[in-house]
T-cell receptor
């Protein structure tokens, strides 16, 4: 079993829909990251959080430490949000390295 | 803005060739990482370095070596390229945890094909 599990693996939605991507982990963490990867390869860090909630534009990330669960929400989704979203955790031990989820491929149709 | 620059976006090499992938970051980060990304396998850590001349094996170091002679530069070396090393390689850097967090910054990726 992977230490970091994401769901769903693939998600297709219509423009304007509210999107939720989930991440569960089974280990103690120092922080959780949400990353975005567009076709072509480059990865951008969206959020790093260790508690509570963060918001940036139409993106919201939440984390529940007790339940070992995080969600990434996208409001008013747009085709340019189409990308792979990756959850990654920094472990308490070996915290300099990240453990990655498999990613969620999001496609937003116009 | 932090910039992580990988020297080559696309490379085609022959089996047995020695391959160098270079990565440079401009934010004085201590930590630098090399990952490979394959369909269905996600990102896997090859090596990381937490200081000049320091390195630590990741999850899949076999067939690779690294060099970090200067803080800003981290090189990945394939001593004798093989077809199973065809992949997308990503370099990343970050501050150490405890020093302003550990937001990680990635390069654009290098697509390597070994024929």
């Amino acid at each position: 079993k992977n230490e970091v599990e994401q769901s769903p693996q693939n998600l297709t939605a219509q423009e304007g829909e509210f999107i939720t991507i989930n991440c569960s982990y089974s280990v103690g963490i120092s922080a959780l990251h949400w990353l975005q990867q567009h076709p072509g390869g480059g990865i951008v860090s969206l959020f790093m959080l260790s508690s509570g909630k963060k918001k940036h534009g139409r993106l919201i990330a939440t984390i529940n430490i007790q339940e070992k669960h995080s969600s990434l929400h996208i409001t008013a989704s747009h085709p340019r949000d189409s990308a792979v979203y990756i959850c990654a955790v920094g472990l308490i031990q070996g915290a300099q390295k990240l453990v990655f989820g498999q990613g969620t491929r999001l496609t937003i149709n116009p | 803005d932090v910039k992580v620059t990988q020297s080559s976006r696309y490379l085609v090499k022959r089996t047995g060739e020695k391959v160098f992938l270079e990565c440079v970051q401009d934010m004085d980060h201590e930590n630098m990482f090399w990952y490979r990304q394959d369909p269905g396998l996600g990102l896997r850590l090859i090596y990381f370095s937490y200081d000049v001349k320091m390195k630590e094996k990741g999850d899949i170091p076999e067939g690779y070596s690294v060099s970090r002679e200067k803080k800003e530069r981290f090189s990945l070396i394939l001593e004798s390229a093989s077809t199973n090393q065809t992949s997308m390689y990503l370099c990343a850097s970050s501050l150490p945890i405890g020093l302003g967090g550990n937001t990680i910054y990635f390069g654009e990726g290098s697509w390597l094909t070994v024929v």
